[in-house]
């Protein structure tokens, strides 16, 4: 099979696969920035006394994660533009996979919370500590530890996710790869070299989340 | 279409995917690394891509393959590759004396998988098995790109003849809401029913 | 220093705390004993108020435990607790284990309390364990830890949720021992435990708890040689022949 393919013509697309790689990489870290932003507030919310906040918070955690990612993309996509809203196709993404992983990562911090054995807590309320100063110094440690591989593994979901964008014309790396199929018809030269950077950045972050898994979490004895 | 896509191809990864767990448990050294590899390679790369991958390059060795076709044989791939992982880590869940008990009870592997060993992986493995379908119900919707006319594709259409892209979508995002919240409740449900016999600390 | 009176709680319809009354004077060492199930534990975490009372009064060196509106920091930092299951803060090592309360409740400097936290950990008799983590130390170990977390906040008053069940048997008398030692100084104790040689070497008294109520009380000796009540004596047979 590998002497049918064509190097050259992947060679000769480089350009258009690097724009993409970029694209890639760009909405990914930008989306999850944001997305982090979202969930750490949602949770909050989730978690907080007022019952309010708390049914906002379900409500939109349940409807993100009971819905496929590419409807809520259509959703923002042909949904913004009868509300007089116009973005570029590229933010429009970038917003939908803000809300989608942050829907994720609010249930991620909120079992990393919950994660801390409620012992620990008693003992903390125990030698009168405060509801801010258990946050602070017995939860919070812990729970971040426990958080980041769960998180980075919704990083390797995302930079997954954000090749639905190219269902909107976003050229990031999938696009780049239809275009490459279109423009020649050479779908194994432009698929093969797609999933391979895929997995390139998949195996990178895999990588650190067994390390980051061996390193951060602390166990009770 | 949509449930008829995901139906099928829950049904035919579950099974792929029960069977490629129970062998990936018995750490053998040669089989192994392959399937760590292939659940890697569907791990780490973007469904949509396995799909154009199906659709488009099979043709070129000569398999000619309908859209629905495709769909459910990119799906079942990749579902099993999920349901894999999972049934390995519910197998290795039971502790090793029961493997040991059972053998020294005479059992033959099979009876020892089927009597002993997956009964009791059954716990740890439903809760996200059923999460999984949610999953993979949602990712169904990503076969529109091939022209299959699912739900996600349906809309699709909708809205490009009447634009009220809002309304199209809310209505289109409510039906996978009925299909997976009540999956995603059970699924919790199942989690707390089967975990409460664990020693609590 | 401790006065319940006519205290009862509920969980759900479980009538876990049945009217009871109970008075721990200063320096005393009670025992509660009593099978599972009992509100021996609930009667203990009713005291430092991590469990609730619904009726009655409850009163700790003066303070109304059952008022809502009481100053809950002043009523911890005068009562010392200790779990069966430990509970040191794992990412923290022993040092700070100790210091986290003395520094951020008491508001002292961090050396002052580290010489405080080193002193009570001289008294466990684990000073040399200072910088280690709670993982790397053993079960009997931790629970001393635990102790000397307990005693940093000087307090009045220790109470222990069944300190040696979660232990191996080696293990338990080097954490008797301290505890031993700690009752002799006039620690004011309340123990919940099945550990008889303990009760019969330093407890003043002995109660027994089951069913919510408190079915009775007596020095240790009596209690265990001599019970008053049937319930008690079976609860005592079964436990002599571990």
């Known amino acids: 099979m590998l002497e049918f393919f064509n190097y050259r013509t992947i060679w000769e697309y480089m350009p258009l696969f690097e724009e993409g790689l970029r694209n890639t990489f760009l909405i990914s870290i930008v989306s999850l920035f944001l997305a982090l932003i979202v969930g750490v507030l949602a949770c909050a919310a989730r978690l907080s006394n007022w019952r309010g906040l708390r049914a906002v918070s379900i409500a939109y955690i349940e409807s993100i994660r009971s819905t496929p990612l590419l409807v809520q993309i259509y959703f923002l996509y042909f949904g913004l533009p009868t509300l007089g809203i116009r973005i570029p196709e590229i933010q429009t993404g970038i917003l939908a996979l803000m809300f989608n992983s942050g829907a994720y990562i609010a249930e991620i911090v909120r079992a990393g919370i919950t994660s801390v054995p409620n012992g620990q807590i008693e003992a903390g309320i125990s030698s009168g500590l405060s509801y801010f100063q258990r946050m602070r110094f017995i939860i919070l ?51 093969f070299t797609v999933a391979l950077l895929y997995l390139v950045i998949y195996f990178f972050l895999k990588y650190l989340s067994g390390w980051s898994q061996k390193k951060l979490i602390f166990r009770e004895t | 279409m949509t449930v008829l896509i995901s139906g099928a191809s829950l049904f035919l990864g579950t099974i792929l995917g029960f069977l490629l767990g129970m062998v990936r448990s018995r750490k053998n050294r040669l089989v192994n690394p392959l399937i760590g590899f292939f659940v890697d390679v569907m791990r780490g790369t973007p469904f949509i891509v396995q799909v154009f991958i199906v659709f488009f390059i099979l043709p070129e060795f000569g398999v000619e393959l309908e859209a629905f076709t495709a769909a459910v044989l990119a799906m079942t791939i990749m579902g099993s590759a999920f349901i894999c992982e999972i049934v390995t880590a519910g197998i290795l869940a039971v502790p090793k004396g029961q493997w040991e008990a059972s053998s020294s009870s005479g059992l033959n592997i099979l009876q020892q998988l089927r009597l002993v060993i997956m009964p009791q992986a059954m716990k740890t493995i439903l809760p996200p098995l059923v999460g999984q379908y949610v999953l993979l119900i949602k990712d169904s919707s990503v076969v529109s790109a091939i022209g299959v006319v699912e739900l996600t594709r349906v809309g699709w259409l909708t809205v490009v003849r009447i634009p009220e892209g809002l309304m199209v979508f809310s209505l289109v995002a409510a039906l996978y809401f009925a299909i997976s919240y009540p999956l995603i409740r059970i699924s919790n449900s199942l989690e707390r029913k089967l975990t409460v016999n664990r020693v609590s600390l | 220093m401790i006065r319940f009176q006519n205290v009862n709680k509920w969980f759900g319809s479980l009538h876990v705390l049945n009217d009871i009354n109970l008075q721990v004077s200063a320096g005393e060492v009670v025992v509660v004993c009593g099978p599972s199930g009992s509100g021996k534990s609930t009667l203990l975490r009713c005291i430092n108020r991590l469990e609730r009372i619904q009726k009655g009064k409850l009163f700790v060196d003066g303070m109304p435990v059952h008022d809502s509106t009481i100053n809950l920091t002043k009523l911890r930092a005068e009562i010392g607790f200790v779990f069966q299951q430990f509970h040191l803060y794992p990412h923290l090592n022993v040092l700070e284990n100790v210091t986290l309360a003395p520094i951020h409740v008491r508001g002292m400097k961090k050396k002052e309390a580290e010489e405080l936290a080193m002193e009570k950990l001289e008294r466990v008799g684990l000073a040399d364990k200072a910088t280690a983590h709670p993982e790397q130390l053993s079960g009997g170990q931790q629970q001393r830890v635990a102790i000397a977390r307990g005693l940093a906040m000087s307090p009045k008053i220790l109470l222990f949720d069944e300190p040696t069940s979660a232990l191996d048997p080696e293990m338990i008398g080097e954490v008797l021992s301290v505890m031993v030692k700690l009752a002799e100084e006039g620690m004011t104790m309340c123990v919940v435990t099945h550990e008889m040689g303990f009760a019969r070497q330093v407890a003043h008294r002995v109660i027994f708890m089951d069913e919510g109520k408190i079915i009775e009380t007596g020095k240790p000796d009596q209690f265990f040689d001599n019970p008053h009540s049937d319930r008690a004596a079976l609860f005592i047979s079964k436990i002599l022949k571990h």
């Open chain 1, 141 to 191: 440690p812990q729970a971040v530890g426990v958080t980041v591989p769960p998180l980075l593994g919704q990083a390797i979901t995302l930079v997954k996710d954000s090749a639905l964008l190219s269902m909107i014309s976003v050229v990031e790396l999938t696009r780049s790869g239809q275009i490459l199929t279109s423009e020649r018809f050479m779908p194994a030269e432009a698929f």
